[in-house]
C-alpha cells in the first residue's frame, strides 16, 4: 500500500495541520529549555499532562497497528478492508483520538497560549480531515460502514442507538 493517498483536504491545510500537531506534541521542549515561561506550572499538571500524553501515544501505536498494512497519510487508492477490531472497537478514529489526547497533554504539561493555539489548529484541521474521510469510507463500504458508524462512536465510546449524527 502506497504510504500516500489523496489528500481529503487541500494539501496546504494538511500540512498545516500535521506541522502544529508536531509542534504541539513536541512543545514540552521550550519549557524544559526554558526557551518560553510558562502561564502556569505545577508538579500536579506535568504529572497529568505526561500521563495524558503517554496515553495518547498508546493509544495512537494501537491505532497504527490495528490498521496494519492500511496506514497511509490521506486517503488509500488501493483497495482496504473496514477496520472494525481491537481498538476500532471503542473509536472509528484511535490515530486522531490518541494525537488529539497527547496534544492535551502537552497542554497541561506546558501550559502556554502559543500551545493551545497549535492545539486549536490541529483539532480544527484534522476534525476536517476526519468529516471528509467519513464521507469517503461510506461511499467505499456502503453499508458496512453505516452499520460500524452506528455502534461506535467518532472519537471515543459505543453509540448510543438513538443517537443518529454520530
Not at 2 to 10: F, L, N, T, Y
Not at 12 to 36: E, H, Q, V, Y
Not at 73 to 80: H, I, M, Q, R, S
Request: hydrophobic share 45%; proline share 4%; glycine share 8%.
Amino acid at each position: 500500500m502506497e504510504p500516500i493517498g489523496k489528500s481529503p483536504v487541500p494539501v496546504p491545510l494538511l500540512i498545516a495541520g500535521k506541522i502544529a500537531m508536531l509542534f504541539c506534541w513536541l512543545f514540552f521542549l521550550t519549557k524544559t529549555s526554558n526557551t518560553l515561561t510558562m502561564h502556569y506550572d505545577s508538579l500536579k499538571t506535568q504529572w497529568i499532562g505526561i500521563a495524558l500524553y503517554a496515553a495518547g501515544l498508546i493509544i495512537v501505536i494501537l491505532g497504527f497497528f490495528g490498521l496494519g498494512s492500511s496506514v497511509s497519510v490521506g486517503l488509500p487508492e488501493e483497495k482496504t478492508k473496514l477496520k472494525t477490531e481491537g481498538i476500532y472497537r471503542v473509536s472509528r478514529n484511535p490515530m486522531y483520538l490518541g494525537g488529539f489526547v497527547m496534544c492535551v497533554g502537552s497542554c497541561v504539561y506546558s501550559i502556554h497560549v502559543i500551545n493551545f493555539i497549535l492545539f486549536a489548529i490541529t483539532f480544527t484541521i484534522h476534525h476536517s480531515i476526519v468529516l471528509k474521510e467519513e464521507k469517503f469510507l461510506e461511499k467505499r463500504f456502503g453499508n458496512n460502514w453505516l452499520e460500524f458508524k452506528k455502534k461506535v462512536q467518532r472519537y471515543f465510546g459505543k453509540s448510543n442507538s438513538l443517537n443518529k449524527k454520530n
